[in-house]
């Protein structure tokens, strides 16, 4: 039985992704830490942390990958309706914290792995400039919101949540919107699921996802502070 290693959090340095389980399926390594020279070096990688509460930390790379091609995003007929309503405002990296905690409050298990040590881990990256914060606000109230890393001209969304019907759609619209006017080669959703599929993510083999990480890991990186604010990128 393949073993996975466990990683010295004094040296930053991951498998390669090919040596990942089939069972469970991306599990790659264990141990590590969280800081922001970990994080962005296991994206860079191709590489998460998932992993439970009483769990130590556990780094992923599954095949197939799941991915959303921005320039080939073609929102349904009813999401499209909702945002040319525009009774919301959407805005970049405005409550950052406000987001991640809504994303861990979530039912079930959904949230669950959003520990408080992976909010702080998350939080001192949005500050470092490579985690980001898309919000959709709905009567001046937060009503729902995504978050994620960027590296390059990459995506890589972690949670996204909503308090009003459509909340979480809208903000990933945007994101789209956003992505696809860098020609950013994917936005990695990680893990499939019926959700991300119907807003038209799609499984591909890790050689695939390979060569769009590398495309993307070497294009000019977006300028995030020029986006910060309030955007309007559907239309």
């Known amino acids: 039985m393949k073993r996975v290693p466990w990683l010295s959090p004094e040296l930053c340095v991951f498998p390669d992704i090919d040596e990942a389980l089939d069972e469970p399926d991306g599990l790659l390594a264990a141990g590590g830490a969280l800081t922001p020279e970990w994080l962005v070096c296991a994206y860079q990688n191709g590489v998460f942390p998932w992993y439970d509460k009483e769990q130590p930390i556990l780094w992923w790379s599954p095949d197939p990958r799941c991915v959303i091609t921005p320039r080939e995003f073609v929102p349904s ?17 405005r409550d950052f914290p406000a987001v991640i905690h809504n994303c861990s409050e979530r039912s079930g298990h959904e949230g669950t792995w959003i520990t408080r040590d992976m909010i702080d881990a998350y939080i001192r990256l949005y500050e470092e400039g490579f985690a980001h914060s898309f919000e959709c606000y709905i009567d001046g109230n937060l009503a729902g919101g995504l978050y994620g890393v960027s590296i390059g001209n990459l995506f890589f969304g972690e949670s996204m949540f909503h308090r009003k019907t459509d909340a979480s759609k809208i903000t990933f619209a945007h994101l789209m919107a956003v992505m696809g006017r860098y020609n950013s080669a994917m936005v990695d959703c990680q893990i499939s699921n019926p959700h991300l599929e119907s807003l038209g993510a799609r499984e591909i083999p890790r050689s695939e996802f390979r060569r769009r990480l590398a495309t993307g890991l070497s294009a000019e990186r977006i300028d995030w502070l020029q986006l910060a604010g309030k955007v309007n990128l559907t239309t």
């Open 77 to 93: 007929r009813s999401l499209a309706k909702r945002l040319r309503k525009h009774d919301y405002e959407v805005h970049i990296d």
